[in-house]
T-cell receptor, first 114, second 110 residues
């Protein structure tokens, strides 16, 4: 059974550009969540999608957006990149509610903004 | 503000020694999760605790949940270099929202 797959693994972008990250959840998992991890702030919740609907959103500016497709695959987009957006972006999937199933994480996409 | 406090922030132990990592929540816990992370990699699920007083073990790692204290501990017995990494506790604070502690960096000296 394949795990959570995130692509690409590494990405270098220039300030002002935009970027799209992809996450394929475990087969059958309908919930996908995104997290940003930095040395200073640790793991911070971005948003969660379930059946193509955003159910929950963290405290990030509108430059961060996401979507989920009918096959549960999810994409995260960051527009007008800033140096502070450099981070490891982690995606996690779950069968349903967090309290019943917990999360399985992908290996992450390391984004560097120069 | 940080809703999950982990202690210690870092830990260096000699191989073979036991160690304990603590995680305290400022909010009611609906579930407590322990993950391990190698630098720059994803999180590896270790254990999930849902009931007060629950205790789970896997190989040499034991985790307990004290619901009344809103606290969990992770204990490693006879540590090995393979145990090295960053240990993170995550709490389900409701509404499918998981928050994480800052992590505890464990180094095991051979």
């Amino acid at each position: 059974k394949a795990g959570v797959t995130q692509t690409p693994r590494y990405l270098i972008k220039t300030r002002g550009q935009q970027v799209t990250l992809s996450c394929s959840p475990i087969s059958g998992h309908r919930s996908v969540s995104w997290y940003q991890q930095t040395p200073g702030q640790g793991l911070q919740f971005l948003f969660e999608y379930f059946s193509e609907t955003q159910r929950n959103k963290g405290n990030f500016p509108g430059r961060f957006s996401g979507r989920q497709f009918s096959n549960s695959r999810s994409e995260m987009n960051v527009s007008t990149l800033e140096l502070g957006d450099s981070a490891l972006y982690l995606c996690a999937s779950s069968l349903g509610s967090l309290s019943n199933y917990g999360y399985t994480f992908g290996s992450g996409t390391r984004l560097t903004v120069v | 503000s940080q809703e999950l406090e982990q202690s210690p922030q870092s830990l260096i132990v000699q191989e073979g020694k036991n160690l304990t990592i603590n995680c305290t929540s400022s909010k009611t816990l609906y579930g407590l999760y322990w993950y391990k992370q190698k630098y720059g990699e994803g999180l590896i699920f270790l254990m999930m605790l849902q009931k007060g007083g629950e205790e789970k073990s896997h190989e040499k790692i034991t985790a307990k949940l004290d619901e009344k204290k809103q606290q969990s501990s992770l204990h490693i017995t006879a540590s090995q270099p393979s145990h090295a990494g960053i240990y993170l506790c995550g709490a389900d604070i409701g509404n499918n929202d998981m928050r994480f502690g800052a992590g505890t960096r464990l180094t095991v000296k051979p």
